[in-house]
C-alpha cells in the first residue's frame, strides 16, 4: 500500500533550464496538492488539482511554473526556465476529498 | 495574508524531558494540525483538532485548539530521540471553504532531543 510517490528525490538542474517534477497520488486518491518549501520556512501553498482539473492555482507563479494531472499517470509540476530563488523543497499531497491529505517525501530542486 | 506565528523557533531538550510549543494567529481558525517533519521527508499528520476548547491526545502528545480560536498549543511528555524534527501547525486558509486543502503553515519548532 504505498504512499504518495515524489520522484526524483533530487533535481539539480541549471538556469535557464526545464525541471519537471512528478506525483503519484496515493491508491484512490484523485486529488493532489502541490507545496513548496524554501529553507527553514513553512509549507506554502501552490496549486490544487483533480484528475484533468486545476481546481485553484492561486498559489502558484504566474510565469514559468505550470501543473498537470492527466487521466493517465501522474502529476506534473513543471518549472521552465529555473532560476536560483527556484531552489526549493516541493511536496505533493493526495487524499479522496475533503479528507486527511497524506504528503510524498518531496522533491529537493536545487539550481545552479 | 493569515500568517501563524510559532514559538519557540528551536528547542534543545534532554530525553525524558517535557516539551511544549505554541501557534498563534492574528485571525480565526476553525481547525488546527500538528505536523511533523523528519529530516529529508514530507509532514506527517500528528493531531487535527476542529472545535475550540478541544484536548486531543495521540500518544504521548497532546493539543489543545484554544478558546478564542487564534492560538494552539502541543505538548509532548517525556521526550524520546525519536522525537527530534521540525513540528508545523497549520490550518486551512478562509478562501478553501472550509476544506483542509488550501493550508496556511507556520515555521516550525526545531525540537533537538539530547540522548
Known amino acids: 500500500n504505498a504512499g504518495v510517490m515524489q520522484n526524483p528525490r533530487h533535481l539539480v538542474r541549471r538556469r535557464g533550464q526545464e525541471a519537471r517534477l512528478r506525483c503519484s497520488p496515493m491508491?484512490?486518491?484523485?486529488?493532489v496538492y502541490w507545496y513548496r518549501q524554501l529553507p527553514e520556512e513553512g509549507l506554502k501553498f501552490m496549486v490544487y488539482l483533480q484528475k484533468e482539473n486545476i481546481i485553484d492555482e492561486s498559489g502558484m507563479p504566474k510565469e514559468r511554473f505550470s501543473a498537470e494531472f492527466p487521466k493517465e499517470g501522474p502529476s506534473i509540476l513543471r518549472i521552465q526556465q529555473v532560476v536560483r530563488g527556484d531552489s526549493a523543497a516541493y511536496f505533493c499531497a493526495s487524499n479522496r476529498g475533503n479528507t486527511e491529505a497524506f504528503f510524498g517525501q518531496g522533491t529537493r530542486l536545487t539550481v545552479v | 495574508g493569515q500568517q501563524l506565528n510559532q514559538s519557540p523557533q528551536s528547542m534543545f531538550i534532554q530525553e525524558g524531558e517535557d516539551v511544549s510549543m505554541n501557534c498563534t494567529s492574528s485571525?480565526?481558525?476553525?481547525?488546527w494540525l500538528w505536523y511533523k517533519q523528519d529530516p529529508g521527508e514530507g509532514p506527517v499528520l500528528l493531531i487535527a483538532?476542529?472545535?475550540?476548547?478541544e484536548l486531543t491526545s495521540n500518544g504521548r502528545l497532546t493539543a489543545q485548539f484554544g478558546i478564542t480560536r487564534k492560538d494552539s498549543f502541543l505538548n509532548i511528555s517525556a521526550s524520546i530521540p525519536s522525537d527530534v524534527g521540525i513540528y508545523f501547525c497549520?490550518?486551512?486558509?478562509?478562501?478553501?471553504?472550509?476544506?483542509?486543502?488550501?493550508?496556511?503553515f507556520g515555521k516550525g519548532t526545531l525540537l533537538t532531543v539530547n540522548p
Open positions: 485571525s480565526i481558525f476553525n481547525t
Open positions: 497549520a490550518g486551512p486558509q478562509p478562501d478553501s471553504g472550509g476544506s483542509n486543502y488550501k493550508l496556511t
Open positions: 491508491k484512490g486518491h484523485s486529488h
Open positions: 483538532l476542529y472545535k475550540a476548547g
